[in-house]
């Protein structure tokens, strides 16, 4: 793994595994809870494992946590600034694009801000999250797709769209030039009673590999 990847993986299971203690919570118990196998699970805490979004927004389902707090260092700072280039990269294109999570509020009301790449052919399908919740994206480069609960939407560079984040949606470039895009992710804390829509979700070949 490149060097930014394998400082990730260690803060991310350092992470998993400090809030798993405070529960007093077996490797096991997180595992069944989270629905990963102990394996994985182990490889995630030893920093060994790069896992997917759907992965981590699984165990911070089950540990009741932000995303954000998986993957960022804790701070007890007024400001939290990412400067240009920075962020947490947890998604990875086949063709070589990037998801990186940029800045979020803490839990329990998250909002996550987000700065997309896709290279032509490169697809993104997303867990379905709390009840609730809400994505807003814009465009900055090129053309995306965007396919929620069936409806297929293609966004231009300067388009905006408000769309429902809690039923199954997928973003990809089938253009022949990279596409980038902006995008804030609202998940509720009166959602997180419900938990997640009990939905099935497919992942795209270059998640899958991260799981």
Avoid at 30 to 53: D, F, H, Y
Avoid at 181 to 202: C, I, M
């Amino acid at each position: 793994m490149h060097a930014d990847t394998v400082t990730l993986a260690s803060t991310i299971g350092a992470r998993i595994r400090r809030e798993r203690l405070a529960r007093e919570w077996t490797l096991d118990h997180l595992a069944e809870t989270a629905g990963v196998s102990r394996r994985q699970l182990v490889n995630i805490e030893q920093g060994e494992a790069n896992p997917s979004i759907g992965t981590l927004l699984s165990m911070s389902d089950a540990l009741g946590i932000a995303l954000s707090e998986l993957v960022e260092p804790p701070s007890a700072r007024l400001v939290n600034i990412t400067r240009a280039g920075g962020g947490a990269e947890l998604w990875t294109g086949e063709h070589g694009g990037r998801g990186v999570l940029l800045v979020s509020t803490p839990f329990p009301d998250v909002v996550e801000l987000w700065d997309w790449r896709m290279n032509p052919g490169e697809r993104h399908e997303s867990k379905p999250h709390h009840l609730g919740a809400r994505e807003l994206l814009r465009v900055t480069i090129g053309v995306v797709t965007l396919e929620v609960g069936g409806d297929r939407n293609e966004l231009e560079a300067g388009d905006a769209i408000m769309f429902s984040g809690d039923v199954p949606h997928a973003y990809g470039n089938q253009g022949t030039e990279p596409a980038q895009f902006a995008l804030t992710v609202y998940d509720p804390a009166d959602s997180r009673a419900s938990g997640r829509k009990p939905l099935t979700r497919s992942t795209s070949s270059a998640d899958s590999a991260q799981s």
